[in-house]
T-cell receptor, first 111, second 114 residues
């Protein structure tokens, strides 16, 4: 599985935007970029995913570099409920069924 | 609609014992995956089942086994428990096995081995 690199931790203030980076220099052409987050004492939850183009949904935006070697998860207005560990995961299509989690980025949101 | 449910929520066992964890997927989902998450680490893939057949296995010893039932619920069994098996065990369900399906996780079962 291609590897991702994320900062161990980041801090933000409530109602400010947050940009969570992820490097994936060995990404292959068929790898999708998935983001999951894990709130305290809960299982991971899906946030967003994309292949080449930037993506938006009700939770976040995903900005993908033109060479696809990095991506950024954008939370437009952080709330206290967004405090979680955020995982950037590469997942190929086809028969690749599993998610390979790294350590993720622990996001702290200050009131 | 109910999400993925897991039972029990917490469990305490002693070394050498056996444990069975249970998972019910989201209605209509035919694939169930199991993950182990030790403290401070991301979840690690153990098994995936689809339509009652094992489709994938992670790097775990043979003490770990699983099965999926006709109603798509699943059980994870761990024999001869070790202290290192203490972890949060997560179940995830998805509509299909391959491709690029989204996975929906349950809240997990916290296993403590003394």
């Amino acid at each position: 599985d291609a590897k991702t690199t994320q900062p161990n931790s980041m801090e933000s203030n409530e109602e400010e935007p947050v940009h969570l980076p992820c490097n994936h220099s060995t990404i292959s052409g068929t790898d999708y970029i998935h983001w999951y987050r894990q709130l305290p004492s809960q299982g991971p939850e899906y946030v967003i995913h994309g292949l080449t183009s930037n993506v938006n949904n009700r939770m976040a935006s995903l900005a993908i570099a033109e060479d696809r070697k990095s991506s950024t998860l954008i939370l437009h207005r952080a709330t206290l409920r967004d405090a979680a560990v955020y995982y950037c995961i590469l997942k190929s299509g086809g028969s690749n069924y599993k998610l390979t989690f790294g350590k993720g980025t622990l996001l702290t949101v200050n009131p | 609609d109910a999400g993925v449910t897991q039972s029990p929520t917490h469990l305490i066992k002693t070394r050498g014992q056996q444990v069975t964890l249970r998972c019910s997927p989201i209605s209509g989902h035919k694939s169930v995956s199991w993950y182990q998450q030790v403290l401070g680490q991301g979840p690690q893939f153990i098994f995936q089942y689809y339509e009652k057949e094992e489709r994938g296995r992670g790097n775990f010893p043979d003490r770990f086994s699983a099965r999926q039932f006709p109603n798509y619920s699943s059980e994870l069994n761990v024999n001869a428990l070790l202290l290192g098996d203490s972890a949060l065990y997560l179940c995830a369900s998805s509509l299909t096995s391959g491709g690029n399906p989204l996975q929906f996780f349950g809240p997990g079962t916290r296993l403590t081995v003394l």
